[in-house]
């Protein structure tokens, strides 16, 4: 248990369907991260949340929108999505201190996705 | 960012001190050595972070050698459950703490 649970654990989609994953961080942290992790690739990483505020987006495609209506929620809206795009989705949260150059991620369990 | 190249697998038997070795040559100076475990269908754990000399913890020890050109995991007599993905990261110095997986090594501990 990392402090950080992710929902639905397995999720099963249609090209046409739209549907949201959901993360909670219970840590107090102020930053919150979307990965991707396909089969047999590295981790992706593909948004940033710092203090609510999106930082980062990785060239993803728009049919992934992610949420975060405050630190310690963060959603990814998923609509008109590809059967490349079946992977295991990750959340993470850390602490972000400025005088640090590195803090530890915490991670969830991830969500399985596949699109059929 | 620090570019990292480690094995991409290893094997290992039970009881074994096992060393993963990553090669990080454009590691900036404020830069930290983080490495993370990964277990087939979980997120990642981190396991031990340094920046130079050696670290120690009650899982694993990290060696970073003066010119922190590469760094070193060693865990210590691996058990069956020690099986799984490792990664070597190098510090983002933007604050924001990103983390760029490489492929990781993938460690097999054998009966």
């Known amino acids: 248990e990392t402090g950080v649970t992710q929902t639905p654990r397995h999720l099963v989609m249609g090209m046409t369907n739209k549907k949201s994953l959901k993360c909670e961080q219970h840590?107090?942290?102020?930053?919150m991260y979307w990965y991707k992790q396909s089969a047999k690739k590295p981790l992706e990483l593909m948004f940033v949340?710092?203090?609510?505020?999106?930082?980062e987006n990785n060239s993803v495609p728009s049919r992934f929108s992610p949420e975060c209506p405050n630190s310690s929620h963060l959603f990814l809206h998923l609509h008109t999505l590809q059967p490349e795009d079946s992977a295991l989705y990750l959340c993470?949260?850390?602490?972000?201190?400025?005088?640090?150059?590195?803090?530890?991620?915490?991670f969830g369990p991830g969500t399985r996705l596949t699109v059929l | 960012l620090a570019k990292t190249t480690q094995p991409i697998s290893m094997d290992s038997y039970e009881g074994q001190e096992v060393n993963i070795t990553c090669s990080h040559n454009n590691i900036a100076t404020n830069d930290y050595i983080t490495w993370y475990q990964q277990f087939p269908s979980q997120g990642p754990r981190f396991i031990i972070q340094g920046y130079k000399t050696k670290v120690t913890n009650e899982v694993a020890s990290l060696f970073i050698p003066a010119d922190r050109k590469s760094s070193t995991l060693s865990l210590p007599r691996v058990s069956l459950s020690d099986t799984a993905v490792y990664y070597c990261?190098?510090?983002?110095?933007?604050?924001?703490?990103?983390?760029?997986f490489g492929t990781g090594t993938r460690l097999t501990v054998i009966p």
């Open positions: 949340y710092n203090f609510k505020e999106q930082t």
């Open positions: 840590l107090g942290h102020n930053a």
């Open positions: 993470a949260s850390s602490q972000v201190r400025v005088e640090d150059s590195y803090n530890e991620q915490f």
């Open positions: 990261l190098g510090g983002d110095q933007t604050g924001a703490n990103n983390l760029f």
